[in-house]
């Protein structure tokens, strides 16, 4: 299993609607990870962390789940502006491993 | 607060002609600097990292080598650049003891 995995998309989606993406990791001693996201040809901006549980910043959602080794990314009530590549991050000691992100389209 | 820069923005260099990128952080102390490139439509993958001034750890073998000659300078050069180095290149620096990461507006290069 690759240190980071996510569905490379991309997911097409009608504006209004509600979205999710899953990303699994293969360490299972993480404790903490986080969502970024990346407009075209711009850089990484960190966008959520999930440190427990999960954690809720109004539309979104992230949610962790540490016995299947998977966190998800729930976009509720999708805007335009919400199109771009999201990326899942984990940390592993002084490193941090991206995963190759998923690249999502709302239509208008 | 904390910012990041990154020089230049843009780059088109020919086939063979050496490379020096530059990242400065401000803000910050002893943070742990990072370089990625990101080749066009693809993930990012880790090129070097530093914890501290003159530790660069490699994390993948090629023509490119990194420096951190001040605790808040990383700089990544080559000798000579191949076609297969055109990408984004972005620094990014983490925090002691914290776990976010931020990243600087990169530099886009294009070798010719």
């Known amino acids: 299993r690759k240190e980071v995995e996510q569905d490379p998309g991309p997911f097409n989606v009608p504006e209004g609607a509600t979205v999710a993406f899953n990303c699994t990791y293969s360490n299972s001693a993480s404790q903490s990870f986080f969502w970024y996201r990346q407009d075209c040809r711009k850089e990484p901006k960190l966008l959520m962390s999930?440190?427990?549980s999960g954690n809720e910043d109004g539309r979104f959602t992230a949610q962790l789940n540490r016995a299947s080794q998977y966190i998800s990314l729930l976009i509720r009530d999708s805007k335009l502006s919400d199109s771009a590549t999201y990326l899942c991050v984990v940390p592993l000691n002084d490193k941090i491993i991206f995963g190759k992100g998923t690249r999502l389209h709302i239509l208008p | 607060s904390q910012t990041i820069h990154q020089w230049p923005a843009t780059l088109v260099q020919p086939v063979g002609s050496p490379l020096s990128l530059e990242c400065t952080v401000e803000g910050t102390s002893n943070p742990n600097l990072y370089w990625y490139r990101q080749a066009a439509g693809r993930g990012l993958q880790l090129l070097f990292y530093s914890v501290g001034i003159g530790q660069i750890s490699s994390e993948v073998p090629q023509n490119l080598s990194a420096s951190r000659p001040q605790d808040r300078q990383f700089i990544l050069s080559s000798k000579k650049l191949l076609l297969s180095d055109s990408g984004f290149y972005l620094c990014a620096w983490r925090g002691t003891g914290g776990l976010e990461q931020y990243f600087g507006p990169g530099t886009r290069l294009t070798v010719t």
């Open positions: 999930v440190y427990s």
